[in-house]
């Protein structure tokens, strides 16, 4: 048979891994401290299910792969398509989504033409049946529904027809097939159990195995290990089996050993550690590793050298119709290869790596998981780090495991693959399965898939496919096939760069690979660049060619600037794409980013001439100078591309060329006064050119003074000094080039001058700062050691600065044409530099008296606190010295400026005239608080000076009241506490004292500070008189608050201001309740009476005046419900200490103020006043109900005169409240009751259980001499028995002393020897029972002895004795300890408990109308 394309690919993939490549990884995820002693089988089997925990994965970290090997770079996914199920997408979990980046076609999927005509051919010709099973090594084998084995060679000729018909009518269908690593041999499992195994030289049958199993379940997996004569099986059953093959004789045998049973947990899913041929003398080969997946957990066995259990997982719940999945492969990990099981249940994949430790022992650690939004029902490695993932849609999906994208989906359901279901229902031999296996089995498809250096073949119902990875050229040529070039070129990319996943066929090391990635990314540019000139349309709007051109040129100069390929991007490509205007266009216009971005530096001399003119003729000229001063100045033609720039205004490309095209610095500046200078000396007005042109040569003397280039960039180091002085010669000129006889002198410095005096001063000003910030600290380049050159280079700088200065004064002192604000300006400019700590300008005594005048001229406002701040920092440096003291006292107050008048105070040490400076300054006036304090708190002054200064304070105490009460306050208490009373006869202003007093007294309340001040009640008393005509609302608090003011005095200031309700507090707490109650009553009726003439009076103003009178009757109704809430609060303080006759002249009167008031509304018609009294009524009658008897409240409302004789209606709502009350009071108590019965009744239940219950001995033996209970058989004694567990005998715990009582005592308490020792040693008799830990809950004393005769000897007679004296105590607690919360009953005492605490009753009227007893379910107990 010819070789196929197909078929070439069959078995050319290798899974080999370069481990030079492998990179040093952070192993983070690997801390889960190793198994030192694994546990057994038996014991994992043991374990109940309910009792396992969930395997969550702990927070780990991504292994680095970068450079692994060519198998496993990166890449994107250009057909992938979501197959998951739509519920999983709403979980909140982390998703795998679809990465920006571009990973191409990754797998190649092809149909095995051979192989899938032979399988139809068997079908129809011999009648072999459908495939069932197909397994992959150095040969494909198939099997089918008659028991036919099918074995192919790499070129897909079928080299043997295994079985026959009668075999498969005998066994059933193919269910399993395995080939060992040698291809010599082959097992086949069959539906109803047998399993066979072939020689594939000869085709010979060499075993058929039998009795492997238990009779009457399918072969579900049979795998060979990496050892020939070891296999294992797993059948329908659930159980797991060794198959150990053997020749004797000549004689070939089997022995099966069970691995798993099938009872303890339904195994469905078997994979045992096969090593690839690089690896047989990995280390963990020794050991035959064996992964079993049942359908509750995981299990890692160890075959050899013996059976060990090295790890056990639970699943994380999930559907029960997922089925399990195995899959092993060898992974590198820090220079080492290990092997690593990928297995899941449902969508999540997990990942454990195994390793062998130096011990012997196996290390099974848990890497990060990957999480999917799909049903996974096949599993299967492709390389060391991508996976192929089958979903329950038959999507197949490719993951790259380090980062967790999902590279590529395919949809497989053309293949229509086949399904193990009626294996796993084990049709063939009745089907009897549990119902979990079956419906795993619906979505089984184990044997459909198998994969093998790097490759998969699938198994269809009349065809076989094969998968693997493309190398990086297919990928490419599939996106070139398309005409997707951008994303041909952005996974080319990702391949130059080291970031693709998933890569094949890339060798050498990382240069040799770049070399040829980049060969091949400028054969797809040359072919990109012909395709977008070829597929231009032709005709049509300049629009659409544009846009066509805009998505095709960027990526062009993108990759070529990229690859460093700037030779490609202007000789071929933009040689071709110079064919069309347009896409000239477009590329010229493109470059602009990338210059600007300093991606690109120099151009050739053709594609700079076009530039320019591109850009010239399109208008785009700010484009233009982006671009000249990023560009490498020796590619431009200078002349031609200054005359441009020039004459389109591009200054700042003018100046960039000169600067670095001709290191001329100069030239530029004299170019831009020749324009700027005459309009500005001829005072014309300034256009918005003229103002950028300034701005721009004041920003380039800035520059060029700072050592900085211009517009970007700094300038060479050996020219800084130079251009510096260069530009100060040049500004100190007495006369221009051109200059004419009407010229000034310094005509560069007046023109900057009247252009912006300010801004230039400035630039000046910096100057100045970095030539002094450079002589404090030298560079370090020069080891902080100034040379002879640099000592030069600073005094001839200096010397031009002040030249500089001497030349500002000459141009603008005592010339007209400077404003006075552009004088004031250079005066400001002179002071800051003269202000500066290392300054060395001169300037004479007289202009030092021009500055003082102009700083200090009180008829200019303009920067008043600018002129200040300079003035201020002038005296701080020592200016001081060179002005006369008391001139310059006298205008700084004329000027206001009273920082300058502190800082003279200070030196004379007049601080309290610096208490005026700050009143009188506005914006410092809020810091005099913080001054005085701080001047009165440091010792640093004298007695004589902090009293000028306490004296001052006393004279505007008005004023710092005004200011800020609380900080006066606050200073009073530190510095002030004798003069408190001069303080309050000083205040004139009521409104004033109260505040402060307020400040003073209330936030000195219960502090610490409060000591310092004399606390008077007189003070307190004329707070309270103050706050009755302020804040009248304030006075219950403080009442509250304060207990400094004396009650008479008090209770005559309310009555004197008419404060009923703080009169009534005062009264309450003299003891006078009938005076508190009548003042109370009294507020009440007032209010009562404001709401009723209200809502009798008449209704005016229409629609507004009816809302305004609504809004004023629901705000005096408020008021009214605050007041009765506030009497029936007082009444039930009150109460307690009453009797019947007195609590009836509390509750009656209340009771008859309202019902008046109610019967008064009656007839109006606003309703929602009637209904509110109504309500209020009812609410006293519930409230009084506590306190009074029934009849007596039913018998002062009948003998009301109205209601005696009304009919019964009128207060029928009256009686029906009282009654609801009576029945919610009884149904309460019965609930109560009920409560307290059933608690009890529990407690002792479970009391007696606990005191009477049976106690199990640990062991046989005393725990004191350690001697069997019984040691005599003929003697008769007595033995305890602890709680604890721990026996003795009684003869022995009396020689311990270890009983609190006297030891004839007939029930005797006793304590457990041995617990008691282990805490603490042994107590006393007076030790505390609380205290014993070793206490039992329940101590039974036994007795043994013999029966009477006819019993047997043998035999012990148990007498239980139960204590119930401390014991019984412990109990007690230990049966409160077991509830989880409080018992109902106690629930409800708290309740009452809460209530009574504020002096009220159960039914308080600040409780909401719609309370409810809320009964509480029966209480849950720790059994």
């Known amino acids: 048979m010819s070789q196929s394309p197909d078929s070439r690919s069959l078995l050319s993939a290798s899974s080999q891994l370069n481990l030079m490549e492998v990179e040093s990884i952070d192993d983070k995820e690997f801390d889960i401290p190793q198994v030192d002693t694994p546990p057994t089988l038996e014991s994992i089997l043991n374990q109940m299910e309910e009792e396992e925990d969930p395997f969550v994965l702990e927070d780990t970290c991504l292994l680095n792969t970068d450079n692994m090997d060519a198998q496993s770079y990166d890449t994107s996914s250009l057909a992938s398509s979501d197959s998951g199920d739509p519920a999983h997408l709403k979980r909140k979990r982390r998703t795998l989504e679809q990465n920006a980046a571009v990973h191409g076609s990754v797998l190649r999927l092809s149909l095995l033409k051979g192989i899938s005509a032979q399988i139809v051919a068997a079908a129809d010709k011999v009648d072999a049946g459908l495939p069932t099973a197909i397994a992959m090594s150095g040969v494909i084998a198939v099997g089918t529904s008659h028991g036919l084995a099918l074995v192919f060679d790499t070129n897909q000729a079928l080299r043997l027809c295994l079985g026959s018909k009668t075999t498969g009518a005998e066994f059933g269908a193919i269910s399993a097939l395995s080939i060992n690593h040698d291809c010599s041999r082959l097992l086949c499992g069959f539906a109803k159990g047998q399993i066979t195994m072939w020689d594939l030289a000869n085709g010979k049958l060499l075993r058929t195995i039998t009795d492997a199993h238990p009779p009457g379940t399918a072969i579900l997996h049979v795998k060979f290990t990496d050892d020939p004569t070891l296999a294992v099986c797993n059948d329908s059953g659930g159980s797991v089996f060794e198959l150990t093959f053997r020749r004797v004789m000549g004689m070939r045998s089997c022995d099966s050993r069970c691995l798993f049973s099938g009872s303890k947990g339904e195994v469905c899913c078997i994979e045992p550690l096969r090593t690839p041929p690089d690896f047989r003398d990995h280390p963990i080969t020794c050991y035959s590793l064996l992964a079993m997946a049942s359908l509750t957990k995981i299990l890692i066995i160890g075959l050899k050298p013996s059976l060990n259990v090295w790890m056990t997982l639970p699943y994380i719940k999930s559907d029960p119709s997922s089925v399990p999945q195995l899959a092993w492969q060898f992974v590198p990990v820090q220079k080492t290869v290990n092997p690593m099981l990928a297995f899941c249940k449902g969508d999540s994949v997990h990942f454990l790596l195994v390793k062998k430790e130096e011990t012997g022992t196996i290390h099974v650690i848990k890497q990060r998981q990957l999480q999917l939004s799909c049903d996974i029902i096949s599993l299967n490695w492709i390389n060391s780090c991508s996976l192929v993932l089958l979903d329950s849609h038959e999507k197949l999906h490719v993951v790259d495991r380090p980062t967790q994208d999902v590279l590529e989906t395919l949809d497989l359901e053309q293949v229509q693959l086949v399904y193990n279901s009626r294996h796993f229902k084990s049709l063939a031999t009745g089907g009897n399965v549990s119902q979990a296996l079956a419906l795993v089995g619906e979505k089984a498809c184990y044997q459909s898939l198998s994969s093998y250096a790097g490759q998969i073949v699938c198994l269809g119902t009349k065809s076989a496919h094969i998968m693997s990875l493309r190398n990086w050229k297919e990928r490419l040529d599939c996106l070139l096939k398309q005409e997707r070039f951008t994303e041909a070129l952005s996974l080319a990319w990702s391949f130059h760069e080291g970031t693709a996943k998933a890569v094949v066929g890339l060798h050498g090391d990382s240069q040799k690979r770049k070399a040829v990635i980049s060969d091949k990314m400028v054969e797809i540019l040359l072919h990109f660049t012909e395709y977008a000139v070829k597929k231009c349309p032709e005709q049509g709007k300049l629009q659409v060619m544009e846009q066509?051109?805009?998505?095709?040129?960027?990526?062009?100069?993108?990759?070529?600037?990229?690859?460093?390929?700037?030779?490609?991007?202007?000789?071929?490509?933009?040689?071709?794409?110079?064919?069309?205007?347009?896409?000239?266009?477009?590329?010229?216009?493109?470059?602009e980013s990338y210059i600007v971005a300093n991606r690109l530096g120099h151009i050739t001399t053709p594609v700079m001439k076009d530039l320019l003119a591109h850009y010239h003729d399109n208008g785009m000229m700010d484009s233009l100078e982006r671009c000249i001063v990023h560009l490498d100045v020796t590619s431009l033609d200078i002349q031609q591309v200054v005359q441009v720039c020039w004459n389109n205004q591009l200054y700042d490309a003018v100046i960039y060329i000169f600067n670095r095209g001709m290191n001329d610095y100069i030239t530029p500046m004299e170019k831009l006064f020749s324009v700027i200078g005459p309009r500005v000396r001829e005072g014309r007005s300034l256009t918005?050119?003229?103002?950028?042109?300034?701005?721009?040569?004041?920003?380039?003397?800035?520059?060029?003074?700072?050592?900085?280039?211009?517009?970007?960039?700094?300038?060479?180091?050996?020219?800084?000094?130079?251009?510096?002085?260069?530009?100060?010669?040049?500004?100190?000129?007495?006369?221009?080039?051109?200059?004419?006889?009407?010229?000034?002198?310094?005509?560069?410095?007046?023109?900057?001058?009247?252009?912006?005096?300010?801004?230039?001063?400035?630039?000046?000003?910096?100057?100045?700062?970095?030539?002094?910030?450079?002589?404090?600290?030298?560079?370090?380049?020069?080891?902080?050691?100034?040379?002879?050159?640099?000592?030069?280079?600073?005094?001839?700088?200096?010397?031009?600065?002040?030249?500089?200065?001497?030349?500002?004064?000459?141009?603008?002192?005592?010339?007209?044409?400077?404003?006075?604000?552009?004088?004031?300006?250079?005066?400001?400019?002179?002071?800051?530099?003269?202000?500066?700590?290392?300054?060395?300008?001169?300037?004479?005594?007289?202009?030092?008296?021009?500055?003082?005048?102009?700083?200090?001229?009180?008829?200019?406002?303009?920067?008043?606190?600018?002129?200040?701040?300079?003035?201020?920092?002038?005296?701080?440096?020592?200016?001081?010295?060179?002005?006369?003291?008391?001139?310059?006292?006298?205008?700084?107050?004329?000027?206001?400026?009273?920082?300058?008048?502190?800082?003279?105070?200070?030196?004379?040490?007049?601080?309290?005239?610096?208490?005026?400076?700050?009143?009188?300054?506005?914006?410092?006036?809020?810091?005099?608080?913080?001054?005085i304090h701080n001047l009165m708190s440091m010792p640093g002054y004298s007695s004589e000076e902090k009293l000028k200064v306490k004296e001052k304070v006393l004279q505007h105490m008005q004023e710092l009241v005004s200011l800020d009460p609380g900080k006066l306050a606050d200073l009073v208490v530190w510095h002030f506490t004798e003069e408190v009373h001069t303080i309050i006869s000083e205040l004139q202003d009521d409104s004033l004292l109260f505040q402060f007093l307020r400040c003073l007294l209330e936030s000195q309340e219960g502090s610490q500070s409060a000591s310092r001040l004399p606390l008077e009640s007189e003070l307190y008393e004329l707070l309270l008189d103050l706050m009755c005509r302020f804040e009248p609302q304030e006075l219950l608090k403080f009442l509250h608050t304060s207990q400094h003011y004396r009650l008479e005095e008090a209770i005559q200031i309310t009555e004197k201001y008419h404060c009923n309700e703080a009169k009534a507090y005062l009264l309450e707490k003299k003891g006078d309740i009938p005076g508190a109650f009548a003042g109370l009553l009294q507020t009440l009726k007032e209010r009562l009476d404001v709401l009723t003439a209200e809502m009798s009076g008449g209704i005016g103003g229409g629609v507004d005046g009816r809302d305004e009178k609504e809004a004023d009757g629901e705000f005096t109704l408020t008021t009214v419900k605050s007041s009765l809430n506030q009497m029936i609060l007082f009444c039930h303080r009150n109460c307690q200490n009453l009797d019947q006759e007195q609590r009836k002249d509390l509750w009656f009167p209340l009771l008859d103020t309202m019902m008046a008031s109610q019967k008064e509304v009656m007839g109006l018609s606003d309703k929602h006043i009637s209904d509110g009294l109504k309500e209020m009524t009812l609410k006293v009658l519930n409230c009084m109900s506590s306190f009074i008897s029934l009849p007596a409240i039913i018998q002062q409302i009948l003998q009301d005169p109205v209601y005696g004789r009304g009919k019964l209606a009128e207060i029928q709502g009256l009686i029906l409240g009282m009654l609801d009350t009576f029945t919610y009071e009884q149904t309460l108590l019965e609930t109560t009751t009920n409560l307290l019965n059933h608690d009890l009744h529990w407690s002792l239940a479970h009391l007696h259980s606990a005191v009477t219950r049976g106690l199990h001995p640990r062991q046989d033996s005393c725990n004191i001499c350690l001697q069997h209970y019984k040691r005599k058989q003929d003697a008769s004694e007595e033995i305890v028995v602890f709680s604890c567990g721990h026996l003795y005998h009684l003869q022995c715990l009396q020689q311990k002393d270890c009983g609190w009582g006297v030891a004839s005592e007939p029930q005797q308490p006793w304590r457990c020897y041995k617990c008691s020792s282990s805490h603490g040693g042994r107590g006393g008799a007076c030790s505390e029972p609380n205290r014993s830990r070793s206490t039992s809950l329940a101590q039974t004393r036994f007795s043994s002895g013999h029966h009477e005769k006819g019993a047997e000897t043998h035999r012990k007679k148990v007498v239980a004795v139960a204590t119930l004296d401390v014991q019984q105590e412990l109990s007690w607690d230990h049966l409160r300890g077991l509830y989880r919360g409080p018992s109902r009953l106690s629930i409800l005492s708290e309740v009452l408990h809460g209530q009574s605490s504020e002096k009220a009753g159960f039914l308080l009227p600040a409780q909401p109308e719609s309370f409810h007893l809320k009964l509480a379910p029966p209480p849950l107990f720790e059994e």
């Open 548 to 591: 066509h051109f805009q998505e095709v040129v960027p990526v062009l100069v993108d990759y070529c600037l990229l690859l460093q390929k700037a030779d490609l991007l202007f000789n071929q490509l933009y040689s071709r794409l110079v064919e069309n205007m347009v896409a000239k266009g477009v590329f010229l216009e493109s470059l």
């Open 688 to 931: 918005g050119d003229d103002v950028v042109m300034g701005n721009k040569l004041l920003v380039y003397i800035s520059c060029c003074l700072a050592g900085r280039a211009y517009p970007i960039g700094d300038i060479p180091e050996d020219l800084v000094v130079q251009v510096k002085y260069q530009v100060f010669e040049f500004l100190i000129r007495l006369h221009s080039g051109d200059s004419s006889q009407k010229e000034e002198v310094f005509p560069f410095i007046h023109t900057l001058l009247h252009f912006d005096t300010r801004e230039f001063l400035n630039v000046l000003a910096m100057t100045q700062e970095s030539s002094l910030m450079r002589r404090d600290f030298p560079n370090t380049r020069s080891c902080c050691v100034q040379t002879f050159d640099d000592v030069q280079n600073d005094k001839q700088a200096l010397e031009y600065q002040q030249r500089i200065v001497d030349i500002l004064l000459q141009v603008m002192v005592d010339n007209p044409d400077f404003t006075p604000s552009q004088v004031g300006g250079l005066f400001t400019f002179l002071a800051r530099q003269l202000a500066k700590p290392n300054n060395t300008l001169f300037v004479n005594r007289n202009l030092f008296d021009q500055v003082l005048e102009f700083l200090c001229c009180p008829d200019d406002d303009s920067r008043h606190t600018e002129r200040q701040q300079v003035l201020l920092e002038l005296l701080q440096v020592g200016g001081v010295v060179q002005f006369n003291e008391e001139r310059l006292f006298t205008l700084a107050e004329k000027a206001k400026f009273y920082q300058i008048c502190e800082f003279l105070y200070e030196k004379k040490h007049l601080y309290d005239r610096i208490v005026d400076c700050y009143l009188q300054d506005p914006l410092r006036k809020a810091e005099i608080f913080s001054y």
